[in-house]
């Protein structure tokens, strides 16, 4: 096949040398993958397959696990450190859970890469993060239905949670106000207040997808804050 965009997602060994790899490509989503060598000392393979690095990547194999063919750089790795590795981890671990194997994601793909060069720069990095959990609630077609149980208009002076069986949201005083429900529903994610609220919604929607186990990545975060308020 005509090799394509990826980045590596998840690697763990596999036999003695190769490694197991998950990969969000541009044209078939997430691939799983055996890479022959991946695992051996001083192999290319195992000095491309990296995090966060744009690969050019070809495969063979009709099922689930494929055989990697060709893994070629195509730019430079993204460096990362601190709360921005961490959310880079973060992008990573849930695409990895969250897709299903050779779901076309071509927006998760483009909204990912995006992420990465965000990913550095503090100020850009919350609304990036965003714009990528909204792309892979789209790809599930699990996005939340910004109306009442009924179907119903949000009023805006009402606070709302968010009701993960039926995507749509139920009056609770400690929620969220329905003005501020009815920005992130237009796209207008940028007034002054927002991430927070922003940040609720997706991470109720996503929940469900989630599962029970922990995020390792956002254990690793509560982590850092712990450290920071010592």
């Given at each position: 096949?005509?090799?394509?965009?990826?980045?590596?997602?998840?690697?763990?060994a596999?036999?003695?040398?190769?490694?197991?790899?998950?990969?969000?490509?541009?044209?078939?989503?997430?691939?799983?993958?055996?890479?022959?060598?991946?695992?051996?000392?001083?192999?290319?393979?195992?000095?491309?397959?990296?995090?966060?690095?744009?690969?050019?990547?070809s495969?063979?194999?009709?099922?689930?696990?494929?055989?990697?063919?060709?893994?070629?750089?195509?730019?430079?790795?993204?460096?990362?450190?601190?709360e921005?590795?961490?959310?880079?981890?973060?992008?990573?671990?849930?695409?990895?859970r969250?897709?299903?194997?050779?779901?076309?994601?071509?927006?998760?793909?483009?909204?990912?890469?995006?992420?990465?060069?965000?990913?550095?720069?503090?100020?850009?990095?919350?609304?990036?993060?965003?714009?990528?959990?909204w792309?892979l609630?789209?790809?599930?077609?699990?996005?939340?239905?910004?109306?009442?149980?009924?179907g119903?208009?949000?009023?805006?002076?009402?606070?709302?949670?968010?009701?993960?069986?039926?995507?749509?949201?139920?009056?609770?005083?400690?929620?969220?106000?329905?003005?501020?429900?009815?920005?992130?529903?237009?796209?207008?994610?940028?007034?002054?207040?927002?991430?927070?609220?922003?940040?609720?919604?997706?991470?109720?929607?996503?929940?469900?997808?989630?599962?029970?186990?922990?995020?390792?990545?956002?254990?690793l975060?509560?982590?850092?804050?712990?450290?920071?308020?010592?």
């Open positions: 096949m005509t090799a394509e965009p990826a980045f590596l997602l998840h690697r763990r596999y036999r003695e040398t190769s490694a197991l790899v998950d990969l969000l490509t541009l044209n078939h989503g997430r691939i799983r993958a055996v890479a022959h060598g991946g695992q051996r000392p001083g192999s290319k393979s195992r000095q491309r397959l990296q995090p966060f690095t744009p690969l050019f990547v495969w063979r194999g009709e099922r689930e696990l494929k055989r990697l063919t060709l893994m070629e750089s195509r730019g430079h790795t993204a460096l990362l450190a601190g921005g590795l961490l959310c880079g981890l973060y992008a990573n671990e849930i695409a990895t969250l897709l299903p194997l050779e779901l076309a994601a071509t927006d998760v793909f483009a909204f990912y890469s995006a992420l990465l060069d965000a990913l550095p720069v503090p100020a850009e990095r919350g609304l990036a993060l965003r714009r990528y959990e792309a609630l789209e790809a599930l077609e699990a996005t939340p239905r910004f109306c009442t149980l009924e119903g208009a949000l009023d805006p002076h009402q606070r709302y949670r968010f009701d993960a069986d039926s995507r749509a949201f139920v009056a609770a005083e400690q929620g969220i106000e329905g003005r501020t429900l009815r920005y992130i529903e237009q796209g207008d994610w940028q007034p002054t207040g927002l991430a927070s609220a922003l940040k609720a919604v997706m991470r109720a929607a996503l929940a469900p997808h989630l599962g029970p186990t922990a995020l390792r990545s956002r254990e975060m509560l982590d850092l804050a712990r450290r920071r308020h010592r």
